[in-house]
């Protein structure tokens, strides 16, 4: 089922500045070309990025292990793996992150990742939105907030999650008070052999019986909304219903989900799974206008046997988002497309009795790439035991702020929910400028 509708009625723009520009609601149903034609006659500040893609690391990457070894450390803390050196003259990272080791001059890594809450779900929640809430997700994914300024006209759904949305006991990167028109299209896993993203497919492919519970359903919807006339969630399945429909009939929709088109090759350098197949389709999804896509990679909750669980997905990250860095190069599309690599926190420095690595929200790494980012550029630093920051916190408001920086959304706008009430899209935090050219 789609995870799209129609958007709201645009204003008109004409003759605001940037900042009235930025801070007016309700331009949700503007196309993308549109969006930018107004941005200009605003005269707004050019964004740096087009695009977004989030690799989103859930669990927990294990800094220790991959972008913050401590080789002089006592041996429960620097753990099994050696490092090596990299392209970045003075760089060393993890032994099994050999192709990332190619491309770090590409890069910048912030070792200096912080804040207070060692708990899956409210960090994950904190993590993707920038807003410290519940666990149940009380402010909007930073997806769904960039589909709501951007607008969802045009042929391309402008939130995408690969496969899924980030989840523990609640389904993240979700639209919260925005309404469900914002939530990520979910594309499934580009990896399965008969991968074909649901309701992307012509009517007439479609089974009789198929053809025959869509039609019932109409029925059914129609009857309905002459019922209740006014009701807004009819309106709201209408919009959708029509959305859905023009991505099915939309033969770029359908071209830039056909992953099966690209060579062997190059799928088999990206990495023949789910991983590796998600950023070659984030990398697809770029191409053909998605403005903000997830890719989503979790499993790092490593508690117990911690170096058994890297030995296998470590070679997967390292296959996958070395390969996306390049190819995004390559194509000329690292140059307006924001790369952001990070989960909810890092892992605890000393290594546990049943040789895995704990929760720990003190320090973590994150990487940054594309969008003007300075290339091989280090920012921050943890103490000698890889436990504490000792220099440039970024806190998940930072990396939500540099996110909307980037695309030229003010994070201090104040959107409305429901029943009126103004909230700011970030209650705090500020861009990280260090990473920027």
Same mark, same amino acid.
């Given at each position: 089922m789609l995870d799209l509708i129609l958007g709201k009625k645009a204003y008109n723009c004409d003759g605001v500045n940037r900042r009235d520009f930025l801070r007016v609601g309700g331009i949700a149903g503007l196309s993308l070309p549109s969006l930018l034609q107004l941005e200009a006659q605003a005269k707004t500040k050019k964004a740096r990025a087009k695009s977004v893609i989030l690799v989103y690391l859930g669990g927990g990457l294990t800094h220790h292990d991959t972008f913050d070894m401590k080789p002089d450390a006592p041996e429960e803390v620097r753990g099994k793996y050696k490092s090596i050196d990299t392209v970045v003259p003075g760089l060393r990272i993890g032994e099994l992150l050999p192709n990332m080791a190619k491309v770090m001059d590409k890069v910048a890594l912030v070792r200096s990742g912080a804040h207070n809450n060692d708990h899956h779900e409210t960090a994950t929640n904190w993590a993707m939105s920038g807003r410290f809430g519940s666990a149940f997700g009380d402010f909007p994914a930073i997806g769904a907030v960039v589909a709501h300024e951007t607008g969802l006209g045009g042929s391309m759904p402008p939130y995408v999650a690969v496969p899924r949305n980030p989840s523990f006991t609640w389904e993240l990167g979700k639209s919260a008070y925005l309404g469900g028109r914002y939530e990520s299209f979910k594309a499934g896993d580009p990896n399965d052999a008969n991968f074909k993203v649901?309701?992307?497919?012509?009517?007439?492919?479609?089974?009789?019986?198929?053809?025959?519970?869509?039609?019932?359903?109409?029925?059914?919807?129609?009857?309905?909304?002459?019922?209740?006339?006014?009701?807004?969630?009819?309106?709201? /399945?209408?919009?959708?219903?029509?959305?859905?429909?023009?991505?099915?009939?939309?033969p770029k929709a359908r071209s830039a989900f056909a992953i099966d088109s690209e060579n062997d090759k190059l799928r088999d350098r990206y990495g023949r799974t789910t991983f590796g197949q998600s950023c070659l389709l984030a990398r697809r999804l770029v191409e053909n206008g998605v403005r903000f896509t997830t890719v989503n990679y979790g499993g790092?909750?490593?508690?117990?046997?911690? /170096?058994?669980?890297?030995?296998?997905?470590?070679?997967? /990250?390292?296959?996958?988002?070395?390969? +996306?860095?390049?190819?995004?190069?390559?194509?000329?599309?690292?140059?307006?497309? +924001?790369?952001?690599?990070?989960?909810?926190?890092?892992?605890?420095?000393?290594?546990?009795?049943?040789?895995?690595?704990?929760?720990?929200?003190?320090?973590?790494?994150? +990487?940054?790439?594309?969008?003007?980012?300075?290339?091989? /550029?280090?920012?921050?630093?943890?103490d000698k035991l890889g436990a504490f920051v000792t220099r440039r916190p970024v806190s998940p408001a930072d990396v939500a702020c540099t996110i909307f920086e980037s695309l030229g959304i003010d994070p201090r706008k104040q959107l409305l929910s429901p029943d009126g009430r103004p909230i700011e899209i970030l209650d705090q935090g500020e861009p990280v400028r260090e990473l920027y050219v």
């Open positions: 649901q309701d992307l497919s012509p009517a007439e492919q479609l089974s009789p019986t198929r053809l025959e519970r869509r039609g019932n359903l109409r029925q059914a919807v129609d009857q309905l909304a002459k019922k209740l006339d006014n009701s807004e969630q009819v309106k709201t /399945f209408g919009e959708f219903q029509q959305r859905a429909s023009e991505l099915v009939l939309s790092w909750d490593h508690h117990a046997k911690i /170096f058994e669980g890297c030995d296998k997905k470590l070679p997967e /990250f390292d296959k996958g988002l070395s390969a +996306l860095i390049e190819d995004l190069q390559v194509r000329g599309l690292l140059d307006d497309t +924001l790369l952001a690599v990070y989960g909810e926190f890092g892992r605890t420095a000393k290594i546990n009795k049943d040789a895995g690595r704990d929760h720990w929200a003190q320090a973590a790494s994150l +990487l940054f790439a594309g969008a003007g980012v300075k290339p091989g /550029f280090i920012l921050g630093a943890t």
